[in-house]
């Protein structure tokens, strides 16, 4: 395999690791941290591939920029599920499912790609269909 399969792997495991931060089942925090924390995690992931080329910048961007987008992306989906009564420990059980399987396709030549660019699509998808809200519509509600 060539260098751009291990990119390919750094991607898909910096997705799975920030599709895995967004359902952190115990978790009180600023959202922009945990972006930052996905970023970072997905960095580490991207640093320790054992490519032919350990450590090159390119799986460190490749890890970062997956972790980035898989975390926004899922995020939404998240809130989403919460905005409809999902559980916390229901939600994380799902996305540590969600991500193990992303960790295990990660391994496919261009799959980590493919979940990078997946889940944000996504998710902008699930984002779009929402209905919108009017607050004129609750002035015709007679009580």
Do not use: C
Not at 6 to 14: A, E, T
Not at 75 to 104: C, Y
């Amino acid at each position: 395999m060539g260098w751009w399969y291990w990119i390919g792997v750094s991607v898909g495991l910096g997705a799975s690791a920030g599709v895995l931060m967004s359902g952190l089942p115990f978790r009180r925090t600023v959202p922009a941290m945990d972006a930052l924390a996905a970023l970072a995690i997905g960095a580490l992931v991207g640093l320790s591939i054992a490519g032919p080329h350990r450590g090159h910048w390119s799986d460190i961007a490749g890890g970062a920029a997956g972790g980035l987008a898989a975390y926004l992306a899922s995020s939404v989906i998240v809130s989403g599920a919460f905005r409809r009564g999902g559980t916390r420990m229901g939600l994380a059980i799902l996305m540590f499912g969600i991500a193990f399987v992303f960790a295990s396709l990660a391994f496919v030549p261009a799959a980590g790609f493919v979940e990078a660019l997946g889940v944000p699509a996504l998710a902008w998808r699930l984002r779009r269909m929402q209905p919108e809200r009017y607050a004129g519509l609750r002035t015709l509600a007679k009580d």
